[in-house]
């Protein structure tokens, strides 16, 4: 299934290659996201979906604080997907 078959152009996740050491995950996972989505609205990219990427390059208390506060990514307004696994 490509993204246009399910009514989006673009999932757009917060990764890094390797674990890091966030002073405020929150904070700067909504900066770091608002960032590729300026890029992509600059490409003409409207219709976007966006995933705080849990698991990936960050730890169980780091996760668990942004699961916390998961409700703070509805100030980008776009769609949220979370995608958790037993990692």
């Keep these: 299934t490509t993204n246009q078959a399910v009514g989006f152009d673009s999932l757009q996740d917060h990764f890094k290659t390797q674990k890091t050491d966030y002073h405020n995950v ?19 990219v409207k ?4 995933d705080a990427g849990f698991g990936f390059s960050k730890g169980l208390e780091t996760n668990y604080e942004l699961l916390k506060n998961y409700e703070a990514l509805q100030v980008l307004e776009l769609p949220i997907l979370a995608g958790l696994s037993r990692k």
């Design 26 to 44: 929150v904070v700067e996972v909504i900066q770091e996201l608002q960032a590729k989505i300026y890029e992509l609205n600059q490409l003409g």
């Design 47 to 50: 219709d976007i979906i966006i």
